[in-house]
């Protein structure tokens, strides 16, 4: 297939080796310096567009594609807001978009892992839960995207938690997310049950980006023909 990508930055380039690696064809390539080339002539020669920029050029970016009848795989994080507006614009052009803060397939079964941890231990509440993150010192975004998903799956399925908030718990219903930036650290994720008797702990390390970059391709691989707005559950655990 043919793919457009918008931001040609860490996670742009990995995608672009990834994408030519399973045969596809780099059709068009946007960073700040050319975005004048990122029109609806040019977006349609590509039967997928992959964005990967930044939180504030997201929305605007998505929309132009999804205008152009063009289906969107988005891997910005910190504009979950707006993506019902974008989401919108799906089905008046009759395109499809996925928006995931991790495309990892490691990442994806984590979150499965998640929800169901969480859910067994709404009755063993002398245990304290808590998520950490760790990312490069560049990543613009903290908690990040992955870490907010993981905590809001826990405020859903663990009645004794009702939100989740930056650094420290102001109360028993509040879940912390504690965010680090160390160097050169693609990214790692942890949740942890603390109790006096023993800790239960999972965790995802990316060793690269690579991991992001084969579940991004294989998402516009997914969307091609689609119509809506589709997640990375979709792409990896469809319903039979
Ligand atoms: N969902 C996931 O699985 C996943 C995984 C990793 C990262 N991310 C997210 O993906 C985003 C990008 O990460 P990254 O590590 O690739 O960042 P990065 O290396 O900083 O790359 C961002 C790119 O966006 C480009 N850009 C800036 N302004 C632009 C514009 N107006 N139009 C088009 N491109 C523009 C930059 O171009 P210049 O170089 O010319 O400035 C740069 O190439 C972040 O939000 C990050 O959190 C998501």
């Known amino acids: 297939m043919k793919i457009a990508l918008v931001g040609y930055g860490k996670m742009g380039k990995t995608i672009e080796r990834i994408a030519q690696s399973r045969g596809h064809e780099i059709v068009l390539t946007i960073g700040s310096k050319n975005t004048e080339d990122y029109i609806t002539e040019n977006i349609q020669k590509a039967d997928a567009v992959i ?4 939180p504030e050029l997201a ?3 998505v929309s132009q594609s999804l205008k152009a009848g063009v289906p969107v795989v988005c891997g910005t994080t910190g504009w979950n807001e707006s993506v019902p507006q974008a989401a919108a614009l799906c089905a ?6 996925i928006q995931s803060s991790n495309f990892s397939i490691g990442v994806n079964i984590f979150f499965e892992l998640n929800k169901q941890l969480a859910q067994m231990m709404n009755h063993q509440d002398t245990y304290q839960v808590g998520v950490s993150e760790t990312h490069h010192t560049q990543k ?3 908690p990040s995207g992955t870490a907010i998903t993981i905590a809001e799956q ?3 399925q663990l009645e004794r938690k009702n939100k989740w908030v930056k650094e420290e718990a102001h109360n028993d219903e509040e879940l912390a997310i504690q965010a680090f930036r160390v160097d050169e650290v693609p990214g790692i994720h942890v949740v942890t049950y603390h109790s006096e008797i023993d800790d239960i ?8 980006r690579d ?9 516009a691989e997914f969307l091609v023909g689609k119509q809506g707005l589709y997640t990375m559950q979709d792409v990896l655990f469809p319903r039979k």
Not at 92 to 97: D, F, S
Not at 201 to 208: G, P, R
């Open 59 to 61: 929305l605007n970016n």
């Open 201 to 208: 702990e999972i965790k995802h390390t990316a060793h690269n």
């Open 154 to 156: 826990i405020v859903q």
């Open 92 to 97: 008046e052009h009759q395109t499809a978009l």
């Open 211 to 219: 991991g992001f970059a084969l579940g991004a391709v294989l998402a």
């Open 51 to 54: 964005e990967f920029t930044r």
């Open 140 to 142: 613009l975004d903290a």
